[in-house]
Nanobody
Protein backbone atom coordinates (compact mmCIF):
# COMPACT_ATOMS: atom_id res chain seq x y z
CA UNK A 1 0.00 0.00 0.00
CA UNK A 2 1.27 3.45 -0.86
CA UNK A 3 -0.20 6.81 -0.01
CA UNK A 4 0.63 10.05 -1.78
CA UNK A 5 -0.55 13.34 -0.33
CA UNK A 6 -0.68 16.53 -2.34
CA UNK A 7 -2.23 19.98 -2.40
CA UNK A 8 -0.15 21.98 0.04
CA UNK A 9 0.83 25.59 -0.40
CA UNK A 10 0.22 29.05 1.03
CA UNK A 11 -3.24 30.26 1.99
CA UNK A 12 -4.50 33.37 3.72
CA UNK A 13 -6.38 33.11 6.98
CA UNK A 14 -10.05 32.55 6.36
CA UNK A 15 -9.35 30.83 3.08
CA UNK A 16 -9.89 27.28 1.91
CA UNK A 17 -7.73 24.49 0.61
CA UNK A 18 -8.24 20.90 -0.39
CA UNK A 19 -5.65 18.21 0.13
CA UNK A 20 -5.71 14.92 -1.71
CA UNK A 21 -4.37 11.53 -0.75
CA UNK A 22 -4.06 8.88 -3.42
CA UNK A 23 -4.16 5.41 -1.89
CA UNK A 24 -2.85 2.67 -4.14
CA UNK A 25 -4.11 -0.87 -4.21
CA UNK A 26 -7.31 -2.69 -3.33
CA UNK A 27 -6.34 -2.64 0.34
CA UNK A 28 -6.68 1.10 0.31
CA UNK A 29 -10.39 0.86 -0.47
CA UNK A 30 -11.04 -1.63 2.31
CA UNK A 31 -9.81 0.35 5.31
CA UNK A 32 -10.17 3.70 6.92
CA UNK A 33 -7.92 6.58 6.02
CA UNK A 34 -6.98 9.27 8.46
CA UNK A 35 -5.36 12.67 8.33
CA UNK A 36 -2.81 13.90 10.83
CA UNK A 37 -0.79 17.07 11.06
CA UNK A 38 2.45 18.07 12.66
CA UNK A 39 3.49 21.63 13.32
CA UNK A 40 7.13 22.52 13.99
CA UNK A 41 8.17 21.45 17.46
CA UNK A 42 4.90 19.66 18.15
CA UNK A 43 3.73 16.08 18.20
CA UNK A 44 1.75 14.60 15.36
CA UNK A 45 -1.92 15.44 15.89
CA UNK A 46 -5.03 13.59 14.75
CA UNK A 47 -7.21 15.61 12.37
CA UNK A 48 -9.88 13.19 11.23
CA UNK A 49 -10.66 9.81 9.71
CA UNK A 50 -13.03 8.40 7.11
CA UNK A 51 -14.36 4.86 6.94
CA UNK A 52 -13.62 2.55 4.04
CA UNK A 53 -16.95 3.29 2.37
CA UNK A 54 -16.76 7.00 3.08
CA UNK A 55 -20.06 7.04 4.94
CA UNK A 56 -18.58 7.68 8.38
CA UNK A 57 -16.20 10.42 9.46
CA UNK A 58 -14.81 11.60 12.75
CA UNK A 59 -12.89 14.79 13.51
CA UNK A 60 -10.75 16.34 16.16
CA UNK A 61 -12.49 19.11 18.05
CA UNK A 62 -9.97 21.62 16.75
CA UNK A 63 -11.17 21.18 13.16
CA UNK A 64 -14.77 20.08 13.59
CA UNK A 65 -17.10 22.19 11.51
CA UNK A 66 -14.25 23.56 9.38
CA UNK A 67 -12.70 20.44 7.85
CA UNK A 68 -14.42 17.72 5.87
CA UNK A 69 -12.99 14.37 4.83
CA UNK A 70 -14.42 12.51 1.87
CA UNK A 71 -13.29 9.77 -0.45
CA UNK A 72 -13.83 8.66 -4.00
CA UNK A 73 -13.01 4.98 -4.18
CA UNK A 74 -13.35 5.00 -7.96
CA UNK A 75 -10.32 7.27 -7.97
CA UNK A 76 -8.60 5.70 -4.93
CA UNK A 77 -8.45 9.16 -3.43
CA UNK A 78 -9.27 10.64 -0.03
CA UNK A 79 -9.80 14.38 0.31
CA UNK A 80 -9.41 16.83 3.16
CA UNK A 81 -11.41 19.98 2.50
CA UNK A 82 -10.34 22.75 4.84
CA UNK A 83 -12.33 25.95 5.26
CA UNK A 84 -12.04 28.97 7.54
CA UNK A 85 -8.34 28.33 7.87
CA UNK A 86 -6.40 29.75 10.79
CA UNK A 87 -2.67 30.36 11.20
CA UNK A 88 -2.62 27.56 13.79
CA UNK A 89 -3.61 25.12 11.03
CA UNK A 90 -0.14 25.57 9.55
CA UNK A 91 1.59 22.18 9.56
CA UNK A 92 2.73 19.26 7.50
CA UNK A 93 -0.33 17.14 6.82
CA UNK A 94 -0.12 13.38 6.51
CA UNK A 95 -2.61 10.81 5.32
CA UNK A 96 -2.44 7.31 6.71
CA UNK A 97 -4.19 3.96 6.41
CA UNK A 98 -5.38 1.95 9.40
CA UNK A 99 -5.76 -1.80 9.01
CA UNK A 100 -7.58 -1.78 12.34
CA UNK A 101 -10.51 0.27 11.06
CA UNK A 102 -12.91 -0.04 8.17
CA UNK A 103 -16.26 0.98 9.62
CA UNK A 104 -18.05 1.65 12.88
CA UNK A 105 -17.67 4.25 15.58
CA UNK A 106 -14.53 3.12 17.35
CA UNK A 107 -12.16 5.42 15.56
CA UNK A 108 -8.37 5.18 15.36
CA UNK A 109 -7.08 8.52 16.62
CA UNK A 110 -3.49 7.68 17.53
CA UNK A 111 -0.58 7.44 15.08
CA UNK A 112 0.34 3.94 16.25
CA UNK A 113 -3.05 2.70 15.03
CA UNK A 114 -2.06 3.41 11.45
CA UNK A 115 0.03 1.07 9.36
CA UNK A 116 0.86 3.02 6.21
CA UNK A 117 1.74 6.69 5.85
CA UNK A 118 2.09 9.13 3.03
CA UNK A 119 5.04 11.45 2.80
CA UNK A 120 3.23 14.57 4.00
CA UNK A 121 2.32 17.81 2.34
CA UNK A 122 2.97 21.20 3.88
CA UNK A 123 0.86 24.27 3.85
CA UNK A 124 1.06 27.58 5.58
CA UNK A 125 -1.80 29.83 6.62
CA UNK A 126 -0.74 33.46 6.67
CA UNK A 127 -2.42 35.94 8.98
Amino acid sequence: VQLQASGGGLVQAGGSLRLSCEVSGRTGRSYGTGWFRQAPGKEREFVGVVSASGTTTYYADSVKGRFTISRDNTKNTVYLQMNSLKPEDTAVYYCALSLAYSSGRVYPIHPHQYNYWGQGTKFTVSS
